[in-house]
């Protein structure tokens, strides 16, 4: 990998978040399945629908570059997501491990509100105006998506949880 201009750098981190949300789409059902909390299998669909929203603006993207969309393996996102696998194989109290499902979608977030508030003020800076819309529209969808499973982890996990 090479990094001459910030041009190069946009195209490899649009490249890795390709990557990341297109595995995002795949991880989703299994988390949603494997939630036994109403509202964090709701909270998981939903977000499904918009992560392929998000698959779709970051195709917008590519093309506004003139570029064609290809991955970048995103080995951070294959980390978070090992995370939320061995959270939906654990044993004991469901609502415990619905806070641990929790957990590792949170860390998910986090790394996507990260990495599209990176690419938007890549894309601010190399005056591509459009395309920073585009990319703040999905990373204030990352923000509510945050906000949406605090809540449901305060209000309908942790709250029916002992704290034992």
Known sequence: ??????NDLFLEQTQ?????????????PKMAEGAK???LQQAFRNHLKET?????????VFEAIDEKPKKKTCHAMKGLLKE????????????????????AAQ????????????????????DMPDVAKLL???????GEADKKLTSICEENVLAKVGRA
């Open 1 to 6: 990998m090479t990094f001459e201009t910030l």
């Open 84 to 103: 939320g696998e061995e959270a939906l194989e654990a044993e004991g109290d469901e609502r415990v491990r619905d806070a641990a499902l929790i957990a």
């Open 37 to 39: 909390t109403r509202e």
């Open 107 to 126: 860390r998910v977030e986090h790394y996507e509100i990260a990495s599209y508030g990176t690419l938007r003020a890549l894309a601010e800076h190399l």
């Open 52 to 60: 392929k929203v998000h698959v779709t603006r970051l195709e917008q």
């Open 16 to 28: 890795d978040l390709y990557d990341a949300e297109s595995r995002l789409v795949e991880a989703l």
């Open 136 to 142: 703040q529209q999905t990373l204030d969808e990352e």
